[in-house]
T-cell receptor, first 116, second 109 residues
Framework: DAGVIQSPRHEVTEMGQEVTLRCKPI?????LFWYRQTMMRGLELLIY????????DSGMPEDRFSAKMPNASFSTLKIQPSEPRDSAVYFC??????????????FGDGTRLSIL | TQLLEQSPQFLSIQEGENLTVYCNSS?????LQWYRQEPGEGPVLLVT?????EVKKLKRLTFQFGDARKDSSLHITAAQPGDTGLYLC?????????FGAGTRLTVKP
């Protein structure tokens, strides 16, 4: 079975440019999460969706960050304009019928983003 | 904000040794999960604990949830190089979900 698929795996771009990260959750999962991981701050929840609707975006750091989920099989995380401090590994995860609890989150392999 | 503190931050041991890592909070969690993350990959769920005092075993790994559901521990018996990785705990509160910063474990052959 296909897991959570993220693209690209690596992205290097100059500051000021727009960055779009993509995620395809596991088919049938109704929750989708976007995380950011750095050495300093660990794994941080940015936003999560339930049935394609954003539920909690309190972790989104600034207005430069936006996320969409146009359908059950696709989500994007966009940074515009990007800054060097946005450099991190961004993970997408999905789960079925629950944010946490007894339902595991299945993570993609992440997008390593470097802003020069 | 419910913060999860994991300790130690780094741990390097020899193959065959035992170890315990901790996940602590001042808040009560409805449930707590442990994940392991290897380089270049996303975290993978190891276990979920729900009941205070609960103990779960997964081969050489023993997970315990504190009686008050504020803390948890992971004990590994006879560690192997394949156990090397970042161990993360994640707790669910009323309307919040947090990951700890993790314990980076290295098991040397």
């Amino acid at each position: 079975d296909a897991g959570v698929i993220q693209s690209p795996r690596h992205e290097v771009t100059e500051m000021g440019q727009e960055v779009t990260l993509r995620c395809k959750p596991i088919s049938g999962h109704d929750y989708l999460f976007w995380y950011r991981q750095t050495m300093m701050r660990g794994l941080e929840l940015l936003i999560y969706f339930n049935n394609n609707v954003p539920i909690d975006d309190s972790g989104m750091p600034e207005d430069r960050f936006s996320a969409k989920m146009p359908n059950a099989s696709f989500s994007t995380l966009k940074i515009q304009p990007s800054e060097p401090r946005d450099s991190a590994v961004y993970f997408c995860a999905s789960s079925f019928n629950g944010r946490l609890g007894n339902q595991p989150q299945h993570f993609g392999d992440g997008t390593r983003l470097s802003i020069l | 904000t419910q913060l999860l503190e994991q300790s130690p931050q780094f741990l390097s041991i020899q193959e065959g040794e035992n170890l315990t890592v901790y996940c602590n909070s001042s808040s009560v969690f409805s449930s707590l999960q442990w994940y392991r993350q290897e380089p270049g990959e996303g975290p993978v769920l190891l276990v979920t604990v729900v009941t205070g005092g609960e103990v779960k075993k997964l081969k050489r790994l023993t997970f315990q949830f504190g009686d008050a559901r504020k803390d948890s521990s992971l004990h590994i018996t006879a560690a192997q190089p394949g156990d090397t990785g970042l161990y993360l705990c994640a707790g669910e509160g009323d309307n919040d979900m947090r990951f700890g910063a993790g314990t980076r474990l290295t098991v040397k052959p």
